[in-house]
C-alpha cells in the first residue's frame, strides 16, 4: 500500500469514529456554524464534531500545526476532502477567515500577524468579514474611496462598504482602503485588518431577492486602527487583494455543492415529476437536458481534478483556474432554471401551506444563484480576465 | 487514475506534433482534394507513419503491436486533428483493429493485426445504414447456408473502403433492426464478388464510400466472433475510436481557436486591433473556458477506459457528446471572426469547420451521445 493508500484509510476510519451520524446530513442553513464570538451550538452534536476537528486541526487540513492546521500536502487535503465528502460529513465551520484571510495571512503575514489570528481562525474564535466593494467600486474594484488617513501609529478610516456578508455577526474585518489618494488608482491601496467592534462602525443589513439580510452595508466614521494591522505593505494592499479574489472565486466555483441545501438535483426533480418508463425519463426533451447539465458539472469537476493531477507531474497552468468561477456559477443558475421548469409550481412556492421545506428552500437557492455571478467578480470580469491574462487579447489602448 | 498524459504519452504526442507538422500540414489536404487523388490520402505519409509505429500502436506487443493504449494513440489523434491529416488510422486501426481485438479468435488476431500494424493489410468497418450513427440499425442480413453465410445488404459511411483489403461488414443474422441481439460481425474480402464499392466525397474531402453486398458468399472462418453476439464486441471497439475520433477533433477545435484569437491580435478595423473588442474578447473567453471542459472530459473518458471501469462507455458518449458541441460552436465562431475572409476557401479555417461536421457526425453526434449516456445511467 502507498502511503497515500494509508493515510485515506486512516482518514476514513478516523471520520468513522468521529463524525457524529447527525453530522452526515446536508446542513441547513441555521445549522451552519460560522463560528466567532457569539458561535452557538445548534446541537450537542454539532459542538462535539466542531470541537474533535478542532483538535486535528481539520477545518484548515492544509495549513500548518503551529498555526492551528492539519499541516496536510495538497494531496493528502484532496483525500481528506474526498472522504469527508464520502460520508456527507459537514464542514465543521465555514468562514471568511477559512476561504480567504487565513490563506492571504499565511502568504503576506508578518510572523506576530500569523500567530495572532491564524490559531484563532482554525479554533473558529474570531468570524471574520470582508470590506471589498463599495457603493460606488463593484466591478472597477480599484477605484474604491473609502479613505485611511495617517495619525501618527494609526490610520483614521471613513468610508462605507457593500455587500460585506454578514458584517452585522462578524468580529474582524478585511477591508482595503485608500492610503494615498494622490496615486494611480491601483497604487494607493491598503490591505487593513481591524476589530469590527471598534468606535465607529455601523452595519445594516439589505435584504435580497431571496429574502435573506446576510449583505450589509457598512460604514466607518473616524474609526481609529494601528498601523501594524496592515497586511503586506502599504499602498500595496491590490496585490493582497486579487490574491484573496483568486481564493474567493475557488470557493464560489465550489459553492455549488453547499449552496444546494434543498438537495434538489435536476435528474431528482425529473424523477419526482415527470417520472421514468422502462428505466426512461418519459420526456425526452428534459431528458437531454438534465444529461446535458450533469456532463457539465462532472466537466468542472473533472477540471479541478485535472488541474491538480496537472500540478503534480509539473505541467500546470494556473490558466484553468480562470475559468472555475465562471463555469462554475453560470451553471449553477442554469441547473436552477432547468429544475424551475421540471418541477412547475412547486419550484416557486414562497411560503405557507402546500410546499415541503425543501421546497421553500429550492426557491431561494435559484434567487441565490444569481447572487453567484456577480460576487466576487461578475461573469463579465472573469470572461475580461481570461481574454486579457489567458488569451492574451489587447486592451483598448491597444497595448 | 490520473487526467493528464504521462510523460511517454506527452513524448509520443511531441512526435505526433513534429511529424505532421512537417509532414502534413492543413495544405497537403488542399492538394489532395484539389487533384481530386484517387487514394485521398498520402500512402507516402501512411507509409511513414507505419514504420514509426502508429499502426500497431494499441495492439499488444503479441500481435506484432506497441501496447501504448488508447490514451497513447488518443494524445496523437489530437496532434493529427490540428493538421487535418488524412489517413487510415481510424478506420483500419482505431476501428477495424479494434473490433478485431475484441471479437476475433486467436487465429485471426495472429494474422490480422500484425498486417494491419505493418500497413499491409487496410480493413474498413461496414457498420451504418442510415444518415445518422446507430449500430442497432442493422437490416443487411447473413443468411446461414452449408459452409457459410450469404451477406445481402448496403452500408454508408464506410471509412476508406475503395482502398481497403477487406471489410467487416455488420450483419443481421437474427432477430430485427434495433435488435442488440442476432448482429454478427463478418471479415469480406473488398474484391469478393458481389461486393460494390462507390466513394462518396463529402464536404471533408476525406475517405467515405458506400457498399452494397449482392449475396456475398463467405465461409464459417469469416465470422469474427459467436454468431448473434457482435453487439457487445462491436460496441467495445466502437468506444475506442469514439473516444480517439474525439480526441481528433478535439485537436481540430484547439487549432482553429488558436488560429481566430492570433487573428484577432493581427487584424485592424476602426483604427484598432479588433482583439480590443469586449464584444468578441468574451465570446472567445467564453470558447475557451468551454475547451478547458472538454479537455477534462476527454481525459476523464481517457482513464476510465484504461482503467477498465464500468462508467467508460457513458464517459466516453460525455466526451464526445460535449466535443461535438464545442466545435460546433468553435468552428462557426472561428469563421465568423474572421469575417469576410473566413469564407472564402483561400483561408484554412473553412476547413476546420469542415471536417468538425463529419467528425461530429461520425460513430454519433452529441445527440446520440446524450442519449446513450441516459441509457447506460438508468435514466
Known amino acids: 500500500m502507498s502511503d497515500l493508500t494509508t493515510f485515506r484509510q486512516e482518514i476514513r476510519d478516523w471520520l468513522n469514529d468521529n463524525c457524529p451520524e447527525s453530522m452526515r446530513t446536508p446542513v441547513t442553513q441555521e445549522e451552519q456554524i460560522w463560528g466567532g464570538r457569539n458561535l452557538r451550538f445548534p446541537t450537542e452534536d454539532a459542538k462535539l464534531w466542531f470541537d474533535r476537528c478542532v483538535e486535528k486541526g481539520y477545518c484548515v487540513p492544509d495549513w500548518p500545526e503551529e498555526y492551528g492546521g492539519a499541516g496536510f500536502s495538497a494531496k493528502e487535503t484532496r483525500i481528506f476532502k474526498e472522504e469527508m465528502a464520502r460520508l456527507n460529513c459537514r464542514a465543521p465551520q465555514v468562514n471568511l477567515g477559512i476561504w480567504m484571510v487565513g490563506p492571504a495571512i499565511l502568504e503576506f503575514g508578518t510572523e506576530e500577524q500569523k500567530r495572532e489570528h491564524l490559531p484563532k481562525i482554525a479554533r473558529g474564535e474570531i468570524r471574520w468579514c470582508q470590506g471589498y466593494s463599495e457603493p460606488g467600486a463593484g466591478s472597477d474594484l480599484a477605484g474604491l474611496q473609502c479613505k485611511a488617513e495617517s495619525d501618527g501609529d494609526d490610520y483614521i478610516i471613513n468610508g462605507s462598504k457593500i455587500w460585506t456578508s454578514y458584517a452585522d455577526h462578524s468580529d474582524w474585518i478585511y477591508c482595503l482602503v485608500r492610503t494615498d489618494p494622490d496615486a494611480p488608482k491601483h497604487e494607493g491601496i491598503t490591505f487593513l485588518l481591524f476589530d469590527m467592534a471598534s468606535e465607529g462602525v455601523d452595519a445594516k443589513p439589505i435584504e435580497l431577492i431571496t429574502g435573506e439580510t446576510h449583505f450589509c452595508q457598512t460604514f466607518f466614521d473616524n474609526v481609529r486602527v494601528p498601523k501594524k494591522n496592515a497586511l503586506g505593505v502599504e499602498n500595496k494592499g491590490w496585490t493582497v487583494a486579487k490574491r484573496v479574489l483568486q481564493f474567493e472565486r475557488n470557493m464560489m466555483s465550489d459553492m455549488e455543492a453547499s449552496a444546494n441545501t434543498s438537495g434538489t438535483t435536476p435528474r431528482s426533480a425529473a424523477i419526482e415529476h415527470i417520472g421514468l418508463v422502462d428505466g426512461k425519463l418519459a420526456d425526452p426533451v428534459f431528458r437531454q437536458s438534465v444529461v446535458r447539465h450533469e456532463i457539465q458539472k462532472r466537466a468542472l469537476d473533472k477540471t479541478q481534478q485535472r488541474m491538480a493531477d496537472e500540478f503534480a507531474q509539473g505541467v500546470g497552468d494556473m490558466s484553468v483556474a480562470m475559468i472555475l468561477k465562471y463555469v462554475g456559477t453560470e451553471e449553477e443558475k442554469r441547473k436552477y432554471e432547468l429544475i424551475l421548469k421540471i418541477a412547475g409550481e412547486q419550484a416557486l412556492g414562497w411560503s405557507g401551506e402546500g410546499f415541503s421545506d425543501a421546497e421553500l428552500q429550492l426557491t431561494r437557492d435559484w434567487l441565490a444563484s444569481k447572487t453567484h455571478s456577480i460576487a466576487g467578480g461578475t461573469s463579465e470580469i472573469q470572461l475580461n480576465i481570461i481574454a486579457k491574462r489567458v488569451l492574451g487579447l489587447p486592451d483598448a489602448a491597444g497595448k | 487514475m490520473s487526467l493528464v498524459f504521462n510523460e511517454e504519452q506527452r513524448s509520443l504526442k511531441d512526435t505526433a506534433r513534429g511529424f505532421v507538422q512537417a509532414n502534413s500540414p492543413v495544405e497537403s489536404l488542399r492538394k489532395l482534394r484539389d487533384s481530386q487523388d484517387s487514394v485521398g490520402f498520402s500512402r507516402d505519409v501512411w507509409g511513414q507513419m507505419v514504420e514509426l509505429g502508429w499502426g500497431g500502436i494499441i495492439f499488444p506487443e503479441a500481435y ?138 463529402l464536404a471533408d474531402s476525406r475517405n467515405y464510400a458506400r457498399v452494397t453486398f449482392d449475396k456475398v458468399a463467405v465461409s464459417d472462418s469469416a465470422l469474427l466472433g459467436e454468431a448473434g453476439q457482435g453487439f457487445a464486441p462491436l460496441d467495445r471497439a466502437l468506444d475506442v475510436a469514439r473516444i480517439c475520433l474525439a480526441a481528433e477533433l478535439f485537436g481540430g477545435v484547439q487549432e482553429a481557436f488558436e488560429r481566430t484569437v492570433e487573428y484577432l491580435k493581427e487584424r485592424k478595423q476602426f483604427g484598432v486591433l479588433i482583439g480590443t473588442f469586449q464584444g468578441l474578447q468574451h465570446r472567445c473567453a467564453h470558447m475557451y473556458t468551454e475547451i478547458q471542459l472538454c479537455k477534462s472530459l476527454m481525459m476523464d473518458a481517457l482513464s476510465a477506459l484504461e482503467a477498465g471501469k464500468e462508467k467508460a462507455p457513458a464517459l466516453i458518449s460525455a466526451a464526445k457528446a460535449k466535443i461535438s458541441e464545442t466545435a460546433e460552436l468553435v468552428t462557426n465562431e472561428a469563421v465568423q471572426l474572421h469575417g469576410g475572409i473566413g469564407v472564402t476557401d483561400e483561408l484554412e479555417i473553412g476547413f476546420f469547420m469542415k471536417r468538425a461536421r463529419v467528425a461530429q457526425l461520425l460513430l454519433g453526434d452529441a445527440h446520440f451521445h446524450y442519449d446513450r449516456y441516459a441509457r447506460l445511467e438508468g435514466f
Not at chain 2, 500497413?119 to 445504414?129: C, D, F, K, M, Y
Not at chain 2, 464506410?158 to 442476432?182: C, F
Open chain 2, 64 to 201: 506484432g503491436g506497441f501496447d501504448f493504449g488508447v490514451k497513447g494513440l488518443a494524445a496523437c489523434m489530437e496532434e493529427f486533428g490540428r493538421t487535418l491529416l488524412p489517413s487510415p488510422l481510424l478506420s483500419s486501426v482505431a476501428l477495424s483493429g479494434s473490433v478485431i481485438l475484441q471479437a476475433g479468435n486467436e487465429t485471426q488476431k495472429q494474422e490480422l493485426l500484425s498486417s494491419i500494424a505493418s500497413g499491409e493489410l487496410l480493413v474498413s468497418l461496414a457498420l451504418e445504414e442510415g444518415v445518422r450513427h446507430n449500430p442497432v440499425a442493422i437490416s443487411t442480413t447473413a443468411v446461414r447456408n452449408e459452409g457459410g453465410y450469404t451477406i445481402s445488404g448496403s452500408k454508408t459511411l464506410v471509412m476508406d473502403a475503395h482502398v481497403a483489403d477487406q471489410l467487416i461488414v455488420v450483419a443481421r443474422t437474427a432477430g430485427q433492426p434495433g435488435d442488440h441481439d442476432g448482429i454478427s460481425l463478418f471479415l469480406v474480402d473488398a474484391g469478393a464478388k458481389g461486393v460494390m464499392i462507390s466513394k462518396t466525397h
